[in-house]
């Protein structure tokens, strides 16, 4: 059968009946690729695989939610859909809807949104309103456009959301053929995780698979969730992750303590220059947010934390092509030469 996307591959383990009609642009089925370029790299015990979300239709991982949560939306005959958004909930949201013919509404904090995702927002139809405040102040209107009107929310405080995401575990697991010991994500609003954990438990009572050990991490001017505090004006140049208050903290807290995981901090030049890392030895360009996955493996590995006996999955959330511009702020320009054979070789630098 060829590929459907998430809700047709997963049905049995999401809250639809058979007769869904799954309003899908055939996200998920994701690579999961070994990464041992950048394990020699590391000097890594541990084997390293990096899932990359950045190949989903949008090019990000929120596709994965939004599949189940606008076919939600339409089952329940909403009126149209909101988010709040740091940009790619918005871009997501803006696809699903346009493809399910319902409008989408998105609020944004002006000025913190990566050129593309506002971009993909835009072209896909959707109204976008920017606010001078932050994403926090975004979902506190959104949570009450919610109450008061027929407007479904498609923000990860939707547990629709939360149950498509988690079928990246799935794959995970179909993929390895078991769970891996450890696994590493970003944290913003802190959905992912745990839709992940999730994910991998459910997979667990049903096949007897064993459960990793979740590894979050945050930037290091919006980690709330590691300094127990809620971050009122968060920082940094991960602009995905860039929550002060996040919408699924308890939730998070609860994977971290039941896989006997942990929580740290990955600084903006630790992304950034994991971010390169990435893109120079394993030929994948995530963006800044989901480097911050690799930035904290590489300080656990330099730790001591991991053993032979390790196999750990990155997440890769999203796809660098979406912000460009934070990713050619760090890197040397383009060489240039007078349009001759001579100059041009002479600049290879080839015998
Ligand atoms: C949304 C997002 C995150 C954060 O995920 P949460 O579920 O909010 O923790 C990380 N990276 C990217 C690229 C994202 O779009």
Redesign the pocket.
């Known amino acids: 059968m060829p590929y459907s996307g998430v809700i047709n591959k997963y049905l049995e383990y999401l809250p639809f009946k058979e007769d869904v009609q799954p309003v899908t642009l055939l996200e998920g089925n994701t690579p999961l690729l070994e990464a041992d370029n950048l394990r020699k790299e590391l000097d890594a015990p541990c084997k390293i695989f990096l899932k990359f979300e950045g190949a989903n239709p949008t090019g990000?991982f929120?596709d994965r939610g939004m599949t189940v949560a606008i076919t939600e939306a339409v089952r329940k005959k909403a009126e149209a859909v909101i988010c709040a958004s740091?940009g790619?909930?918005s871009a997501s949201a803006a696809a699903y809807a346009a493809k399910a013919g319902l409008q989408a509404f998105v609020i944004l904090p002006k000025g913190k949104i990566a050129i593309g995702k506002l971009a993909q927002a835009l072209i896909y139809g959707a109204k976008v309103i920017e606010i001078d405040g932050n994403f926090d102040d975004a979902l506190r209107i959104v949570r009450e456009i919610g109450d008061k009107t027929n407007v479904e929310i498609v923000n990860?405080i939707n547990p629709f959301r939360i149950e498509g995401q988690k079928t990246a575990s799935f794959e995970i697991i179909e993929t390895l053929g078991t769970s891996p010991t450890h696994h590493s994500l970003?944290?913003?609003?802190?959905?992912?995780?745990t839709a992940y954990w999730k994910g991998y438990k459910e997979w667990a009572s049903r096949k007897h698979t064993p459960l990793p050990k979740m590894l979050g991490f945050q930037a290091e001017g919006s980690a709330p969730i590691v300094h127990g505090k809620i971050v009122e004006h968060p920082e940094t140049v991960a602009t995905?992750?860039r929550?002060g208050n996040p919408a699924s903290w308890k939730q998070a807290v609860q994977a971290l303590d039941e896989s006997k995981g942990q929580i740290s901090i990955a600084t903006d030049s630790e992304i950034l220059e994991a971010q390169r890392l990435i893109a120079r030895t394993e030929g994948i360009f995530c963006?800044p947010?989901?480097a911050s996955s690799v930035a904290g493996l590489i300080k656990l590995i330099r730790e001591g934390y991991f053993t032979v006996k390790d196999v750990v999955v990155c997440t890769l959330?999203?796809n660098g092509l979406k912000d460009p511009d934070t990713a050619s702020r760090g890197i040397a320009a383009p060489l240039s030469a007078p349009a001759s054979l001579l100059e041009v070789l002479n600049l290879m630098n080839i015998k």
């Open positions: 990000s929120k740091t790619n909930t990860s970003p944290v913003g609003n802190a959905g992912n995780i995905a992750i929550i963006e947010a989901s959330t999203g």
